[in-house]
C-alpha cells in the first residue's frame, strides 16, 4: 500500500529566505506525485506534479520539487519566500492506473517578517 | 464561474441528525470524489465515482452514502451524525487517465455535530 510523509508538520522562515518542504513516500511500484497549498478557509489547488521525464520539476508561485526515486522523496521547495505563501502544503502520490490520490499529513509554512 | 461547488458551505447540526451535502462541478470530469478533512488537516479518501460508477469506497461507516445523479454532481449523505464526523468535507474532480490528472477540489463543507 502507498503511503505519503511529511515529516515537518510546521516550518517556519523568514520572509526572502529559501525553504525546503519535504515529502517521502512509500510505494512497491511506480507512482505520480503531486504537491498542493492549501489557503485558510480554500480548498487545495495544485502546485506541481512528477508524472514521469525530468526529474525537476517547475510550478507555479516559483515553487519546484525534485523526484528522488532512489531515496523515494519528493521534496518541494522555493528559493525566497514571501509572506503570502503562508499555507499549509500537502504532498500526494498516485498509482498509474488506480484513481486513489493519497496525501501526506500536511507541512504548515509560516513566513515571518 | 466556479468550477467545484460545494454546498452548504457552514453545517451545524445535532448528533442524530441525517444531512447532506452537494458537489457539482462544472469542467466536464469524469470522475469525482469526497475527502475528509480532521482537525489535524490530515486528508482522508472517502468515496469516488467515475462515470456515475463507484469506484473507491473506503473504511468509511455506512451512515455515510454518496450518491452521484449525472457526471457532474456527486452528494454526500449522512445519517445518524456523531461527534466525531465533525470535519471539512471535500469535493474533487479529475480528468484524464487514472491517477495522472490534477484534483480539483471545491472550497470545502464545514460540518459541526454538537
Known amino acids: 500500500a502507498q503511503s505519503v510523509t511529511q515529516l515537518d508538520s510546521q516550518v517556519p522562515v523568514f520572509e526572502e529566505a529559501p525553504v525546503e518542504l519535504r515529502c517521502n513516500y512509500s510505494?512497491?511500484?511506480?507512482?505520480?506525485l503531486f504537491w498542493y497549498v492549501q489557503y485558510p478557509n480554500q480548498g487545495l489547488q495544485l502546485l506541481l506534479k512528477y508524472l514521469s521525464g525530468s526529474t525537476l520539476v517547475k510550478g507555479i508561485n516559483g515553487f519546484e520539487a525534485e523526484f528522488n526515486k532512489s531515496q523515494t522523496s519528493f521534496h518541494l521547495r522555493k528559493p525566497s519566500v514571501h509572506i503570502s505563501d503562508t499555507a499549509e502544503y500537502f504532498c500526494?502520490?498516485?498509482?498509474?492506473?488506480?484513481?486513489?490520490?493519497?496525501f501526506g499529513t500536511g507541512t504548515r509554512l509560516k513566513v515571518l517578517a | 464561474d466556479t468550477a467545484v461547488s460545494q454546498t452548504p458551505k457552514y453545517l451545524v447540526t445535532q448528533m442524530g441528525n441525517d444531512k447532506s451535502i452537494k458537489c457539482e462541478q462544472n469542467l466536464g470530469h469524469d470522475t469525482m470524489y469526497w475527502y475528509k478533512q480532521d482537525s489535524k488537516k490530515f486528508l482522508k479518501i472517502m468515496f469516488s465515482?467515475?462515470?456515475?460508477?463507484?469506484?473507491i469506497n473506503e473504511t468509511v461507516p455506512n451512515r455515510f452514502s454518496p450518491k452521484s445523479p449525472d457526471k457532474a454532481h456527486l452528494n454526500l449523505h449522512i445519517n445518524s451524525l456523531e461527534l466525531g464526523d465533525s470535519a471539512v468535507y471535500f469535493c474533487?474532480?479529475?480528468?484524464?487517465?487514472?491517477?495522472?490528472?490534477?484534483?480539483?477540489f471545491g472550497e470545502g463543507s464545514r460540518l459541526t455535530v454538537l
Open positions: 474533487a474532480s479529475s480528468q484524464s487517465r487514472a491517477g495522472t490528472g490534477e484534483l480539483f
Open positions: 510505494s512497491s511500484v511506480s507512482v505520480y
Open positions: 465515482y467515475n462515470n456515475k460508477e463507484l469506484i
Open positions: 500526494a502520490v498516485s498509482e498509474p492506473g488506480t484513481y486513489k490520490y493519497i
